[in-house]
Structures are given as structure tokens and as C-alpha cells.
């Protein structure tokens, strides 16, 4: 039988302004890895995506990440801190225990892609 174990999914974010895209993302926590050829790979631990330097207005609209983390209210006190809403013009929710036991904020990219950063409960 042939060796059909999967190694990682990464997804494609868009950005409307790839170099601001850059930027925010340093700024929440990502390590960019690399970058070339309109695609940057950013990492945070384990977690992974490419921002490509494409945007459709309609996919960005519609893309939503979901970021699991330890734990979802430092991540928000940090982000507060730093101040990203406000440099980046962007929304950022409360914290909010949801009903499927999960506590959590939203945060939306500078290209509209919603992220949910979550911890388990």
C-alpha cells in the first residue's frame, strides 16, 4: 500500500495591499519566512499560511481563518496593546464565551479576511 500520510495544509490569504499585508501580520505575532514571486509564508508555532499578493474582493470577504491559541486573552490584551486596530484601521472584537465552549475575538485583516482567535474551554 502506498504512503498517503499528509504532512500540512496551508490556505492562501489575499491582501489588497501585499506590503501592508506584511506588515500587519508581523505585527500579530507571524514570523514571515519568506517572501517572493507575490507569496510570503508566515508562521506563528505550528501554524502556517501564504498571503498571496492577490485580492478579490469577494474572497476576502468571504475567507475566514480560525487561529486555535493557549490563550485567547492574552492574545487580546497584546493586540490591544500594541495598538493593531487602530494603526491598521481595522476591526477587533471583545473576548466572548461562545456556546460551543470556546472563548474568543474576532479580528479582521486590512484586505476583510476575518480571523476568530479561540481557546478551547
Known sequence: MPNLNSVELKTFIPSRDFALS????QD???ERKFVGDGIAYFAHGDCSFLLQDYYHPEFAAN???HLLVED???WHAELKRRGVAEKYRIAMGDLKQQPWRMLDFTLTDPSGVLWRIAQNL
Open 28 to 30: 500579530i505575532g507571524f
Open 72 to 74: 485567547a486573552a492574552a
Open 22 to 25: 506584511q506588515a500587519f501580520y
Open 63 to 65: 475567507c475566514m481563518m
